[in-house]
């Protein structure tokens, strides 16, 4: 299936009981191609449902500061969500709605061929390396999982409500992406 189907079909999706009040599918944000950093966060917030875009709303915003900051390069990553439809009043998804959604970001994994795999948050760290994972414990370690690195970090929604993280935050994306300068060798190969 090439990137178009997919779209299609994920836009269609009736999979879980998410699809019965969503606005818009949210598939992500990005240039849809081979780039070595992916990021996967929870699920559409509000402004993310009614844009039909991944990360637009306060917590995407302080991302966007963030990886400018960095100088990361936009066509070096992707962000995508766990989930593509807003659980009703932010809820946490749960695991059957997760599993239902799965295999689309599976396939967006497949077509992205990411080097990096940043789970922002809990939920994602869950979905993603360890169902019993605790970001408090997890977060800014570097996890192999098959055959990718995996970097776990709070969700950005989790800086804005709790300062004390920030710095935290900061040092895991800077660890990012000196990771990705690292392997710039093997990125330019697979861009």
Not at 116 to 123: E, H
Request: glycine share 8%; net charge positive; hydrophobic share 40%.
């Amino acid at each position: 299936m090439d990137w178009e189907g997919f779209v299609k079909e994920c836009k269609n999706c009736t999979r879980c009981g998410l699809s019965n009040n969503r606005q818009n599918v949210v598939i992500g944000r990005g240039v849809p191609k081979p780039c070595p950093v992916l990021f996967v966060g929870e699920g559409p917030g509000e402004q993310e449902d009614i844009q039909g875009e991944a990360f637009v709303g306060r917590a995407g915003k302080l991302l966007d500061i963030l990886l400018t900051a960095l100088d990361f390069n936009p066509e070096h990553y992707y962000i995508a969500n766990v989930v593509k439809c807003r659980p009703p009043d932010n809820r946490i998804p749960t695991w059957e709605e997760m599993e239902a959604c799965l295999p689309w970001l599976r396939y967006q994994v497949k077509f992205i061929k990411p080097f990096i795999i940043v789970c922002l948050g809990a939920t994602a760290a869950k979905a993603i390396i360890d169902r019993d994972a605790k970001i408090t414990q997890i977060r800014g370690q570097w996890v192999e999982k098959g055959g990718f690195l995996m970097f776990p970090t709070y969700h950005p929604a989790a800086v804005l409500r709790d300062i004390r993280k920030r710095e935290d935050f900061y040092l895991d994306m800077k660890n990012v992406k000196e990771k990705l300068e690292s392997i710039s060798g093997q990125v330019h190969k697979n861009t």
